[in-house]
């Protein structure tokens, strides 16, 4: 059955709209070099130069509609309407070169209510196979009837942009017309860049709707209890919501509705450096016939993949259906949460590894959406660096940090969900000193939460952050879960709680103006020179 696309302003000979993985393996190994079969049966591809997002080269038409909406600034920039036509009608005179064209209709969105429809349009068979692995896959009724999308993704990656139109600055350009509905991608094949556009585009159009969109993992319990995990990269997010014992509703984003919490997507995008088939056996076995990696070293005789080779990226990725997760939840959907989950990764060992959360006190969380990297030196000498993003997913946002922080109040408030900040990262010392937190507490501390023992525990606050730290948890030693006890030296662990308050404050400044008296008083207490908390605002 033929498929136009004369509708978007192209004419190719042939389009194949919502090919099989099988015939997208066929399109792969016979059009794009370096494409491989693994010895497990996934489709290997390359991305050309670019190996992960481009933040800086992502732009948002301004359109009169919608500007008093968006987050100006260094996450959304601004871009003409004249510029985005000449982007688009580059894109599409590209595209209308190719004999052949690959079409991916799905949606996005597991809630019918608030499901949109989306349509990708690119030259690239990989592209095609990944996005029909992230898209929510239509039956075939369904896509007998989709009809018109709601949004169109245009991926011409393969030309660089033209850098003669006003407000292009590089070869690469992701712009996003969100009153039009396109999105458009020159300059990179990067796949990640059409999930994530996805990501932006429900980041605007579910808080409209008064639903909560959500950079997190979720599962949910045999009784049914749903638990979301929030976290920057690095931080355990995937690994501790793939619970055994617990249905995985999705890994990376979602919405919170009336109705519950609902994955976004389709399937899932993991990081497969290092991979190990012992710790994370679930993503190991997913990695089959259906699922994509992406630029992985592998044997060209034996086509094994080499998990720990970075020769291409640090970014080495596998995109699969969600369904290739054994304990998947299908569909993905759950309940109201009653645990929510901010998960840090302390490389300053200030944080408790769990810590109870006031409404307040998980908003100004939430807007910081803290963790710290470990920078390195060629001579070896390595310091904790804090890193924050908003939202725990700064670069996906559209309107200001705190609506979306609101609209979690709100939730919280409705739900009355308990909300923990739990650490990762490392206890005894900073980085260098301490040691990292054990997987095995960590893991302990999640099921306490789990199975509501650690809201029954005793609490102290913590003199600097004021949070709520229990004093108990079972399988975890009691000296643990407070940080100050664990450093040799007191006094050096109050002065890095100190340096890490005031990090916390200079990061908030660009929030203050828009946050009210009670989130600015749920900031950290910085201690002064005789090491007495004060407050102070953000």
Request: proline letters at 6%.
């Amino acid at each position: 059955m033929t498929f136009s696309l004369e509708q978007h302003g192209i004419s190719v000979e042939t389009v194949l709209r919502n090919a099989p993985p099988a015939r997208l393996y066929e399109e792969a190994l016979a059009h794009e070099p370096g494409s491989a079969i693994s010895a497990t049966g996934a489709l290997i591809a390359r991305s050309g130069a670019k190996t992960g997002r481009s933040p800086g080269d992502k732009r948002v038409v301004e359109t009169p509609e919608i500007m008093d909406d968006v987050w100006w600034g260094q996450v959304n920039i601004g871009l003409e309407d004249e510029s985005f036509s000449q982007l688009r009608t580059q894109a599409r005179e590209h595209l209308s070169q190719h004999d052949r064209l690959y079409v991916v209709d799905g949606y996005a969105g597991w809630d019918p209510e608030y499901r949109v429809k989306i349509r990708v349009i690119c030259e690239r068979a990989y592209h095609a196979l990944f996005m029909h692995n992230m898209l929510i896959r239509p039956t075939r009724d369904e896509l007998a009837d989709f009809g018109s999308p709601d949004y169109v993704i245009y991926n011409a990656g393969r030309a660089a942009a033209d850098t003669g139109i006003e407000g292009v600055t590089s070869g690469t350009s992701v712009s996003l017309c969100l009153q039009a509905g396109e999105m458009i991608i020159l300059g990179t094949e990067y796949a990640g860049e059409m999930k994530k556009g996805v990501f932006t585009i429900m980041n605007y159009i579910m808080p409209r709707q008064g639903v909560l969109s959500m950079h997190c993992s979720a599962n949910e319990g045999h009784e049914g209890d749903v638990s979301v995990f929030f976290g920057l990269s690095g931080t355990g997010k995937t690994t501790l919501s793939a619970d055994p014992r617990r249905r995985l509703i999705g890994d990376d984003e979602h919405c919170w509705s009336d109705s519950g919490v609902s994955n976004i997507e389709g399937g899932c995008y993991a990081k497969v450096i290092d991979l190990d088939p012992r710790a994370e056996p679930e993503i190991f076995n997913a990695i089959r016939f259906g699922a994509v990696l992406e630029n992985v070293a592998h044997d060209p005789v034996s086509r094994q993949v080499d998990y720990h080779d970075n020769s291409i990226t640090e970014n080495t990725r596998c995109s699969y259906p969600v369904e290739f997760i054994d304990n998947a939840k299908i569909p993905c959907v759950g309940g109201t949460p009653s645990n929510i989950i901010f998960l840090t990764c302390d490389a300053f060992s200030v944080l408790p590894p769990v810590s109870r959360l006031s409404p307040a006190q998980a908003m100004y969380h939430f807007i910081s959406g803290y963790t710290a990297k470990v920078a390195g030196t060629e001579m070896g000498v390595t310091e904790p660096e804090a890193t924050f993003s908003a939202c725990f997913g700064a670069p996906f946002l559209v309107w200001h940090p705190t609506q979306y922080a609101d609209l979690l109040a709100e939730r919280i408030r409705n739900s009355g969900a308990t909300v923990w900040l739990v650490n990762t990262g490392w206890t005894g010392g900073p980085y260098g000193q301490g040691q990292r937190m054990s997987i095995s507490h960590t893991r302990a501390i999640i099921d306490a939460i789990h199975d509501g023992s650690l809201a029954q525990a005793d609490t102290v606050d913590d003199p600097v952050f004021g949070v709520a730290v229990p004093t108990s948890c079972p399988s975890v030693p009691p000296e643990v879960l407070i940080p100050e006890k664990t450093w040799d030296d007191p006094d050096a662990y109050r002065e890095m709680a100190a340096h890490l308050a005031r990090l916390f404050h200079e990061n908030f400044q660009a929030y203050a103006d828009q946050a009210s008296q009670e989130l600015l008083d749920a900031a950290p207490k910085i201690p002064d020179s005789g090491s007495k908390a004060r407050s102070g605002t953000a």
